[in-house]
């Protein structure tokens, strides 16, 4: 068999190797995925040919920032711009989602200072906050007091009144939950023609083995309908899809460190020495509860790991100019198997698993050596770690009724929504290469690959 850790592409492709490995026991699986991240550029998008789908000479690109800057960040679409709306406005900000996952939407763009010209500018600040909320693509305006939102199609022409330009026709298909590419017309461009505006768009149509981004050619009409006419995918790119948090864990102070990267891993420290004393209260349950001793004893072992990493992320931290603090755990009484498995559930099964798996990718694509160093140890650890959660559910689940398993499973399917919601904002600049923390749309792809292949088993 095939196995991801000696770097070979097959023949048949990478999705056939993630398949074949997805036959292997938890950690080779983990450990094969990482290595697959690592090869496979799972979120570059591929060049279309010289193929557009409709003449370039006379479509309108979208209005962009970053163009022809070398080394700058991905070009940002400015949805704000180019408008000629119906309804007056101070500000406007534009809402959307992340594709495909009904996630909790990020500002896109903004175009002036929101309640500048408010009389009360507290109130009208706490509306805009509270806009910021809905659960939808959206726009927010503001005009002296009055915030209002667009949360809809029709709402969205309410605001423009007409499409009468091609950023408002990009617009309207944004609403219809497509993305608008720049610098590339046959990915993202606007034509005039007699009843409207033909546009072209993409979107993450596939998720999960392999991924597929779709360009789409849609009529948007004067009055914002939206007919799709053509689509096709564009690119398909087979692929993938920390620490134990004991129960009366306290929040953590912000580290005092003159930079972020030290923060970052001066918190890992606090929850690694966190985690040294969740293992060791499951270690004392699980003797308590007549666990197999091969499993209570693995349970210490997993204790003395933590001080381990504790120690090694301190140093790491120390390296980058922060002292981590000493976590503060209250002391609990001893738990029930049911309480003790919706623990085991949460942070072994599901963020164990993630950490482990991420632990493994940083370990190999960290550009900071002594972080790279740390993270072989910790990562390796860490997927015993989760083959040891796998055990303890299978032992807790013998000692559960029907009512509490299916407890016990909802509260897995809220910590998968939990970490995917956490996993959906980009990591900082600052230290995402020094460390290796994969990028959001990497993290979210890891979390539809083990939700398919390890969660939902």
Known sequence: MSDFRNGERPRDGLAALIHENRKLPLGRYLRGLARASAMASVIALAACGDDPWIDTEDASLPICEGIGTPGEPPFRWRPTQGLNPAVDYDALLVYRLDEGRGLSPYLLDSDGEPCAAAADPDSCEMLVEAAAEIGTVHLTTTSGDVVETFA????????LGTVDTAQEALLVALFDRKTIQCGDPALGSARRIADGYEVIVTQVTASCDPIEYSRFLLHVSADGAVTKLRSEVYD???????????????????????????????????????????????????????????????????????????ELMTRVARHFGAEPEAPAVAQVPPRDPHSIALENAVEGSIRETFGALSG?????????????KAMRTVSEDE??????????????????????????????????????????????????GLAGLPPRELALQWIDCLQQDIWAA
Not at 252 to 277: D, N, Q, Y
Not at 360 to 372: G, I, M, R
């Open 383 to 432: 997927i015993f770690h989760a083959e040891l959660s796998a055990r303890v559910d299978a032992f807790l689940d013998t000692l559960l009724t029907e009512s509490e398993r299916a407890s016990v499973a909802a509260a897995r399917k809220r910590a998968v929504a939990e970490l995917r919601l956490e996993m959906s904002i980009e990591p900082d600049d600052e230290i995402a």
């Open 236 to 310: 398909s790119e087979s692929g993938v899809c920390i620490g134990r948090r004991p129960n009366g864990l306290a929040r953590r102070r912000p580290s005092r460190s003159k930079t972020r990267a030290g923060a970052h891993f001066a918190g890992i420290a606090t929850l690694e020495a966190a985690a040294v004393l969740a293992f060791e209260r499951l270690a004392d349950e699980l003797e308590r509860l007549g666990a197999p001793l091969a499993l209570v004893a693995d349970a210490r072992k997993a204790a003395q790991d933590e001080v381990r990493h504790a």
């Open 152 to 159: 809809d199609q029709e709402e969205l022409m309410r605001f």
């Open 360 to 372: 493994s990718y940083q370990a190999l694509v960290a550009t900071d050596p002594l972080v790279a």
